[in-house]
């Protein structure tokens, strides 16, 4: 072996060494790159598996959770699993019943039901789909279902659903539809007229009655959608000023801001009040409302009620009474112009005072007390007073109270009218004075009538005296003449003496208060036949029984006794009759005293009442008699007239009041 | 017939003269004591040593009227004993009741006539002639 052979198979098999140890790293690394890749692979399979658990979990957590009603089934209703709420739903005894859910749906939903599942084999999915089921507790249910086929391998193998109940969601919007209805109607049928308009001003909704008011044709519903601003437009002329209408729209449309109780005049007299509501949804102008409101009889009404409260406040503040309203503390509430001239004091010093304090009621409290608590009773009536006004003198006032109440008839307070009467009671005084003072000067004159006939008498007596003592001195001494002339002088002072008690009685009548009470003239006329002298021939009838008369009974004697004599002593026939008589009327006697005696010439049927005017001379008549009569029944408020024929005779009448 | 102390207060003198006549025309036992008015005959009555049986008393009198002497008469312990006749010519209602309440024996009336007159002096007088009185 040569050395070349050697060293060329030395380096021959260095070079295998160095080949095999080149595969033999190849190799460890290889084996090294497998361990990593085994490793890993072991490390992502044990993270699928747990991500699949998870999943898997997650998957169940959802199903399980799900708070709609879930529900799987297989193609032919057969339910295969379902969620707590589907159990609920479909009222199901647990989660593992099952049952065909076709069993479930309502006999009129399963012509419908059947169509759908068709549609849901072919298409996949359905949506929105809703049925009637009645549960397996018998509920009737209305359901809202979205449901989808599941597939294995292409091949359609399950479906399933969410589904909702929806029966209450139904209800609440049927009764939403049917609220709206009623709403509509009522808008409908409002008595305002109503106007919405959306935000470019076409209309939106609007009335029977804003189509009244704005004498619209076309009906409500016509008019939606059309443009306001012509609707407003065409009928501004209806208005009495129709510029300004339109100017205050728009006006109100610039600002958008609420506007309530807008007045408008309108041509044919109706008062309208308007409102204006803008609309905005957030923050956005979405549109406005109108109501148009009829107020003219409302205006009218409160207008009357104005001018009548104005008329009665005039008449308040005007009239000629005082007025003051109190309330149930005797504090001044209201007075009236009057009641200020009255009491001198100024609204000012009234208002909010106690009436008593103030304008204080002089003299018997006691009694006005009592008036007050009849006052209280309810009774309203008035009361005389007197009050002390401000400058401290006395008024008369007549009040006239009655109390207050309120819309609940409960007392509130009390009105009190006052007039004033002190003029009238100062005139009442002041007559009752001089009634007193005539009282006295009539007395006066009777004692001055007395005193003066008495004067007037004394010397008659003395003369009629001292011509007897000259007669009986001179016994055989006088002559045929002078026994004739002091005869004479004796008969003139009878006559004298007749004439001053004439006088006298006379000037009485009428002077002394009348003393009424009840005469009968019956008896009065019998009285008088026995006390005066009655010719034999003459008679004195009483035709009618005479009445019994409330006067004077020594007046009233006076009065027949006047009559009978003036009729006996003027009876020139050989047989005298005087007839008495009575007629009754309603308010009074008419009497007639009737003779056939001389009679009275007509020309002195006024003159025979004068004092003094005796148309005959005789020593037994003064003429003063029918004076006397005529003052008695004046005294008695009666009247006397004569109806007389000369000759043939008189007859008195008189009236006496009953 | 039992003679009387009158007294009569009257201030008319005819008057006077008219009673002092009748009464000696008809012989009458009685006495006159005059006296013109009522003071005067308070001033005689004050002495109550010659009280008169009867007064005869006229009403209308200057100073003291014949009420006011009736009056004072009336109320005087002694004097209201003695009875008083109104001889009057007023027949005034008012005087008379006033008289009687004060307290009177009579009231007469003087008539116009003269005869009249005698006649009632006459039977007045026999009235009281025949009268028990008071011892004063």
């Known amino acids: 072996m040569s050395q070349e052979k050697i060293d060329i198979l030395e380096r021959a098999l260095a070079r295998e060494k160095a080949a095999r140890k080149q595969a033999e790293k190849i190799l460890e690394n290889k084996a090294a790159e497998l361990y990593q890749a085994k490793q890993e692979l072991e490390q992502s399979y044990l993270e699928l598996e747990s991500l699949l658990n998870k999943t898997d979990s997650q998957l169940q957590g959802v199903f399980e959770n799900i708070v709609d009603p879930y529900v799987i089934m297989d193609l032919f209703g057969n339910v295969l699993k379902m969620n707590d709420a589907a159990v609920d739903l479909l009222g199901c005894d647990s989660i593992k019943s099952y049952f065909n859910l076709m069993d479930l749906v309502h006999p009129e939903d399963l012509q419908s039901v059947a169509e759908s599942f068709q549609k849901l084999l072919v298409k996949g999915s359905i949506t929105d789909f809703n049925l009637k089921i009645i549960t397996q507790k018998k509920e009737e249910k209305l359901l809202h279902l979205n449901g989808s086929i599941i597939y294995d391998n292409g091949q359609p193998v399950a479906a399933q659903g969410i589904v909702r109940d929806i029966t209450k969601a139904k209800e609440a919007e049927i009764q939403l539809i049917e609220s709206e209805n009623r709403l509509a109607t009522l808008i409908l049928n409002l008595d305002s007229g109503v106007l919405l308009e959306d935000e470019n001003r076409k209309l939106v909704l609007t009335n029977k009655k804003f189509c009244e008011l704005f004498n619209i044709e076309e009906t409500p519903k016509a008019l939606k959608g059309q443009d306001c601003t012509t609707v407003v437009e065409t009928h501004k002329i209806l208005f009495k000023n129709p510029e300004l209408f339109i100017a205050q729209i728009a006006s109100i449309l610039k600002h958008k801001q609420e506007v309530l109780g807008d007045e408008l005049e309108m041509r044919n007299g109706k008062i309208l009040e308007r409102d204006y509501v803008p609309i905005y949804e957030g923050n956005v102008y979405k549109g406005h409302l109108w109501t148009y409101k009829d107020v003219t009889l409302r205006r009218k009404y409160r207008k009357g009620l104005e001018a009548q409260k104005q008329k009665y406040s005039s008449v308040i503040a005007n009239m000629n009474l005082g007025l003051m309203e109190l309330d149930t503390k005797d504090k001044i509430l209201m007075v009236n112009k009057s009641f200020l001239k009255i009491s001198g004091y100024t609204k000012d010093e009234l208002i909010g005072k106690s009436a008593q304090s103030v304008f204080p009621v002089e003299g018997d409290l006691e009694s006005i007390r009592e008036d007050n608590t009849e006052r209280i009773k309810g009774k309203s009536h008035s009361y005389e007073v007197r009050c002390k006004t401000k400058m401290g003198t006395i008024k008369h006032c007549l009040i006239s109270g009655a109390l207050n109440y309120n819309l609940n008839g409960e007392v509130i307070g009390s009105i009190g009218i006052y007039l004033d009467i002190t003029a009238l009671k100062t005139l009442q005084l002041q007559k009752e004075k001089l009634l007193q003072e005539l009282e006295k000067s009539n007395n006066e004159l009777q004692e001055y009538a007395h005193i003066v006939s008495h004067d007037l008498k004394s010397p008659l007596r003395s003369i009629d005296a001292l011509v007897n003592w000259i007669k009986e001195d001179n016994k055989d001494k006088l002559d045929e003449v002078s026994v004739t002339n002091i005869e004479l002088i004796e008969d003139t002072l009878e006559k004298m003496e007749q004439l001053i008690s004439d006088v006298l009685m006379y000037s009485s009548v009428g002077a002394k208060a009348m003393e009424e009470e009840t005469v009968d003239l019956n008896a009065t006329v019998e009285e008088l036949k026995k006390i005066l002298y009655i010719p034999a021939h003459i008679s004195i009838t009483i035709l009618n029984p005479l009445p019994k008369v409330q006067g004077d009974k020594t007046k009233l004697k006076q009065l027949f006794q006047n009559f009978i004599s003036n009729a006996v002593k003027f009876n020139d026939k050989a047989e005298g009759h005087i007839n008495i008589d009575v007629i009754e009327q309603p308010e009074y006697y008419q009497f007639s005293v009737k003779d056939n005696g001389i009679g009275i010439d007509k020309k002195y049927h006024d003159k025979v009442f004068k004092v003094f005017h005796a148309l005959n001379k005789r020593k037994d008549s003064t003429g003063i008699g029918l004076s006397i009569v005529k003052k008695i029944i004046n005294l008695h408020k009666g009247t006397v007239w004569i109806e007389s024929e000369l000759g043939t005779g008189t007859t008195f009448y008189f009236t006496l009041k009953k | ?136």
């Not at chain 2, 009736?70 to 009741?97: A, C, E, F």
């Open chain 2, 1 to 136: 017939m039992k003679s009387l102390n009158i007294l009569l207060i009257e201030d008319d003198m005819i008057e006077v003269m008219k009673l002092n006549r009748t009464i000696s025309k008809l012989e009458l036992p009685h006495t006159i004591v005059e006296a013109n008015n009522g003071e005067e005959a308070l001033q005689f009555l004050q002495k109550k040593d010659e009280l008169p049986d009867i007064i005869l008393l006229d009403l209308n009198m200057p100073k003291l009227n014949g009420i006011e002497f009736l009056s004072i008469l009336k109320n005087d312990d002694v004097l209201k004993y003695i009875p008083t006749i109104i001889l009057t010519t007023s027949n005034n209602q008012q005087d008379l009741l006033e008289c009687y309440k004060i307290g009177i024996a009579g009231y007469v009336l003087k008539p116009l006539k003269y005869e009249d007159y005698v006649t009632k002096v006459e039977r007045l007088l026999a009235y009281w002639s025949i009268n028990e009185l008071k011892q004063l």
